[in-house]
């Protein structure tokens, strides 16, 4: 069964500080792991795509990483702003585009 | 460049009821996924069309299906509404699908009384 989980179900930190979200898909076999930033009643806006063949990705503040062997992809997020706060969610993508969601990841981050 | 536009953004219906959804694609890309997105169930998936063709189908009842016209415009309905079925639908369009990014919509916020 493809189940794609993240760790922790909610995180608080203070303005400034270096942040890691967890996620971890129990099939190895994707195509790619999309990370996605919701707002609340809001649509979901894609962050970081990397595709089975590569190890991380960077986009400014936000650092992926992949590893398929063990089934784990992480997102860096430096020196987090208030303005991050939102709930971040990591998608795996498997044959005929079937994308398995984790249920997020919500952050908080204080002034 | 137009993000994904979907239409309405809010629908109230009654059990019972029918609803259409529409959803926009980004110009150019040619497969629309439909996602249900509730608090105790999260995302999942319901369909994605490619080429006016529905390439997969997620686990749910035949009470949802779609349709993807010639311009890659795409259509969710409902039939038979229950209350389980008050959502926030979501669509997503990438070039492809498999292998290309996935953008999604604001959503249409279904509630069903």
């Known amino acids: 069964k493809q189940e794609v989980t993240q760790i922790p179900a909610a995180l608080s930190v203070p303005e400034g500080e270096n942040l890691v979200l967890n996620c971890s898909f129990t099939d190895s076999a994707i195509y790619n792991l999309q990370w996605f930033r919701q707002d609340p009643g809001k649509g979901l806006t894609s962050l970081l795509l990397?595709?089975?063949?590569?190890r991380e990705q960077t986009s400014g503040r936000l650092n992926a990483s992949l590893d398929k062997s063990s089934g784990r992809s992480t997102l860096y997020i430096a020196a987090s702003q208030p303005g991050d706060s939102a709930t971040y969610l990591c998608?795996?993508?498997?044959?005929?585009?079937?994308?398995?969601f984790g249920a997020g990841t919500r952050l908080t981050v204080k002034p | 460049k137009a993000g994904v536009t979907q239409t309405p953004r809010y629908l109230i219906k009654t059990r019972g009821q029918q609803v259409t959804l529409s959803c926009s694609p980004i110009s150019g890309h040619r497969s629309v996924s439909w996602y249900q997105q509730t608090p105790g169930q999260g995302l999942q998936f319901l369909f994605e069309?490619?080429?006016?063709?529905?390439?997969n189908k997620g686990n749910f009842p035949g009470r949802f299906s779609g349709r993807q016209f010639s311009n890659s415009r795409s259509e969710m309905n409902v039939s038979t509404l229950e209350l389980g079925d008050s959502a926030l639908y979501l669509c997503a369009s990438s070039l492809t699908g498999v292998y290309t990014e996935a953008f999604f919509g604001q959503g249409t916020r279904l509630t069903v009384v």
């Open positions: 990397i595709q089975s063949s590569q």
């Open positions: 069309y490619f080429s006016e063709t529905q390439r």
């Open positions: 998608a795996a993508t498997y044959n005929n585009n079937d994308m398995r």
